[in-house]
């Protein structure tokens, strides 16, 4: 999905700067499934400035740059809708933990259990993130932070439970002493 449409989507949640839709992909409503950097949402923001997609005032102040905030406008309400439209790519799926463990036959035992480790320490506290609902959620996103919660929930209990098949093909440490 183009940046364009994931700012476009923030907006529809209501007037933002910069940083605060930055703030939905780091720890807000987008941060679990989305990804948007400071370096692509600045850019994007300009050109739908450029389109009349959304309209950007200056605020004043004090010994700082204007603060610039941005409003959806009814063409940017419209193009949303005609990208949401759109077919969506699949998903993909980026663990750098998936990949780690992908070679765990090569690793020591005591570092794939800390993989695994860290990985569940992780998961749990997503999960208890999720649990907790938000009065100010949209059906749309109470639905997303519920798959959410499925999903982490359903890893937790298959690395508790499946942990000893990348654990026991570890290498032993003292196996070669």
Do not use: W
């Amino acid at each position: 999905m183009h940046v364009t449409t994931l700012c476009l989507g923030a907006l529809v949640f209501g007037d933002a700067t910069g940083y605060e839709i930055n703030k939905m992909f780091e720890d807000g409503p987008f941060s679990h499934f989305l990804d948007a950097s400071y370096g692509s949402i600045y850019p994007a923001l300009t050109r739908l400035t450029e389109e009349g997609l959304v309209t950007c005032k200056a605020e004043p102040q004090e010994r700082r740059p204007d603060k610039k905030i941005y409003s959806l406008t009814e063409a940017g309400r419209r193009q949303l809708g005609e990208a949401l439209g759109q077919q969506i790519a699949p998903d993909k799926f980026r663990s750098e933990f998936l990949f780690t463990v992908l070679f765990a036959h090569l690793l020591p035992r005591d570092r794939v259990r800390a993989l695994v480790d860290q990985r569940l320490t992780a998961m749990k506290e997503k999960a208890q993130q999720l649990s907790e609902p938000d009065e100010d959620d949209t059906p749309g996103m109470d639905f997303a932070r519920q798959y959410g919660l499925a999903v982490f929930t359903a890893s937790i209990d298959f690395l508790e439970r499946n942990r000893h098949l990348i654990e026991d093909a570890a290498i032993e440490e003292n196996a070669h002493a």
